[in-house]
């Protein structure tokens, strides 16, 4: 079911990405770099980067993507770096990608994350994915449980529409809502994801 879910949430993105006419894309939190080796499947993605504070998961990455540290590719390159800063991204950014890294951020630093992302980096396109908590019980978590060590909070569907139209109309963006996997009735899906557009 994970498999699948993550395929999910990589193919919404894509999906995403190639609606939007994005061409130049940072993964902000890239891990192992999954999306990165999705998306440079796709001729219309011109320049692809990826962006980890986990130096072992970039090794990854690195091997995962056939990148070497000394030759640079001018089309796909993955770097150490903070999404709370802005001193690693090239001059133009079409689209930011957040899959699944909201929820690795303290709460006292997500200010910050999103003057970063959204006040200084500013790309036309932000794509936010993220669990929504009031699924977990269908995937037998117990109350309270998170669905990794690592997540500060997992918000309910409320909680990330409330977050996501302040983020919004803060820093002049549209922000529009869908449900990635199976959808129950009454709990939604298990990831949600927000779709931030500055207005032409």
């Not at 000394?70 to 796909?76: D, I, K, S, Y």
């Not at 994350?113 to 993220?130: D, Y």
């Amino acid at each position: 079911m994970a498999t699948a879910l993550h395929r999910a949430r990589l193919d919404a993105v894509v999906r995403a990405l190639l609606a939007n006419g994005a061409r130049h894309i940072v993964d902000l939190g890239c891990g192992p770099g999954e999306l990165l080796q999705t998306l440079r499947g796709y001729s219309q993605f011109r320049r692809l980067l990826g962006i980890d504070i986990d130096a072992r998961a970039l090794a990854k990455a690195r091997g995962a993507l056939g990148l070497d540290l000394f030759n640079r590719n001018a089309r796909l390159d993955v770097c150490l770096g903070s999404f709370e800063e802005t001193d690693w991204h090239p001059a133009r950014v079409d689209a930011a990608v957040m899959l699944e890294t909201i929820e690795h951020v303290h709460p006292g630093r997500l200010s910050k994350v999103v003057r970063s992302v959204f006040g200084e980096l500013s790309p036309s396109l932000v794509l936010v994915t993220t669990p929504n908590r009031e699924y977990n019980p269908l995937h037998g978590m117990a109350p309270g449980e998170r669905r990794h060590p690592g997540h500060h909070f997992e918000w309910t569907r409320r909680q990330f529409r409330a977050w996501a139209q302040g983020v919004a109309d803060h820093y002049c963006y549209r922000v529009q809502f869908s449900d990635i996997g199976p959808r129950d009735r009454v709990l939604g899906s298990s990831t949600q994801m927000a779709s931030f557009c500055k207005p032409a």
